[in-house]
């Protein structure tokens, strides 16, 4: 089985995914984007499951749009008891420290994982456990907010290996952990 | 006379533009990147002149290399009383608030301008005073440092107008601040 970890998210030109209060207005800087292909559908086609945090589960669930999903979620929480009744057979909770939780994605045949959630991609970052990150820039400088990045204990080398320009405003960086 | 204020850096994947104590080491990810040119020569070739703060001057200053730069330098400072001897004529002082060291390099004959160092860049954006920024990510993750972007009393929209790969490692992004 192929197992890997990909993250695919947009940041501000700052870093940040969210503002102070994890207000994406911004987001919408460029509608026009929400016009044109940017790769979101070719890369959930290449994934198997999604793993996110629990703060995230609960802010997909409080949107007012039908459930976003067509591949499994695992939703890694120490806390959470259950999954609520609406979300069963679409989100499942996975418990462990993040190594076994992984390893529990992989035994029900999920290899390919797309790892989504600010805490979420920086737990799994502090343990060097992602192989792959797609960053779009929407080049807006909040000045505060919530950064896609954290504190590591050791630096991480990653690679780009490609580049792309939407409408001459947005752009999107691929960055592949190298392996030495 | 035109006038721009432009930017030209490096930054870690997560956005510093050095460690906690300063060093760019870092910088030297990937030293292949010395060999191959990444714009900078064309970048200053249209430029009239510089402008840095205190920190970023002594820093140079303090390298064991020839004075790096073809184009005059003003130096930003409220504290410093003047250029060291080894340096006049290469270097100048400004005193006084941003717009009106800004003015008194206008009027000097000096329209196109590199801004550079850290604090300087910061306090250029808090007033909404960059109109171009050219960041060469070199893609490592540090976890910690000093941050390019500071924080700001209100966003800012950019659009980049162009992206370029080096080595499939190594991207560089231009940012044009819109002008609504």
Redesign the interface.
Known sequence: MEKSTKVFIATS???FIADLNGGIE?LD?FPEINQIDTGYHSFTSEIDALVMGRNTFETVCGFDIDWPYQKPVFVLSKTLGEIPEKYQGKAELVHGELKEALAQIHQKGYGRLYIDGGKTIQSF?QQDLIDEIVIT?I??????GI???????????????????FL????Q?R?VRRKS
Do not use: M, R
Request: hydrophobic share 45%.
């Open positions: 030109l700052d870093g911004w800087t970052l820039v080049p807006v400088l909040l000045g505060k950064p896609l990045f954290g504190e590591l204990d050791q630096a991480l080398i990653f690679e780009c290996k490609s580049t792309k320009l001459e405003k947005i752009v960086n960055f």
